[in-house]
């Protein structure tokens, strides 16, 4: 038996570009924005590489889970940046520089229903995250003012975000107080101490 061409196996770069395409829908729905100095649009497969380098550096991670993530917690988190749009109608955003395309981080918005007292579950919960080569640059800022301003039109009924930060996180905690987050409680998560804000 002759199997036809269109029935052959394709090559791995066919197949990349046949995912891509059934990616494409699910990213499509994500508003892309533009700073200064980056712009920011939905995840996609092509980051993967990347996005897994930043979550698997142990600096990116000290005040966020404490250790590496594996490539596998890494497509778990992606995943859940994809759906969340997808569900809730705001999400992350990928970060790169617009003048190298060099992947910068991640910054957005996310429900995650943590195991909280007292619980923000329902609130848009504000997050950044950036590789370690754009730390001192104002990126955080930068991206998160953004996020902020799509966010705030966009959110009504609610009209409120939060955000949960380490208590040790001193970069972190500067960016929140230039987005204009109050200190809402202090409380802790899987076991460490973080403060809770409020905007």
Known sequence: MQVKK????RSSSEQRRVRLRFMHPAVSNVPALDTDRLTMRGHALDDFDEYTA???NPKVTRHVGGRPFSREECWTRLLRNVGHWQLSGF????VREKSS????GEVGFA????DLVPSVEGFPEIGWVLAPWSYGQGFATETA????AWIDPNLAPLKRTVCLIDTDNTAS????AKLGYREFTRTTYKGQPVIVFER
């Open 6 to 9: 269109s029935e052959q196996p």
């Open 54 to 56: 930043m979550w698997g």
């Open 91 to 94: 999400g992350y955003w990928v």
């Open 101 to 104: 395309g060099r992947f910068v």
């Open 111 to 114: 429900d995650l229903k943590r």
């Open 145 to 148: 003012r953004a996020a902020v």
């Open 173 to 176: 905690l500067r960016v929140a």
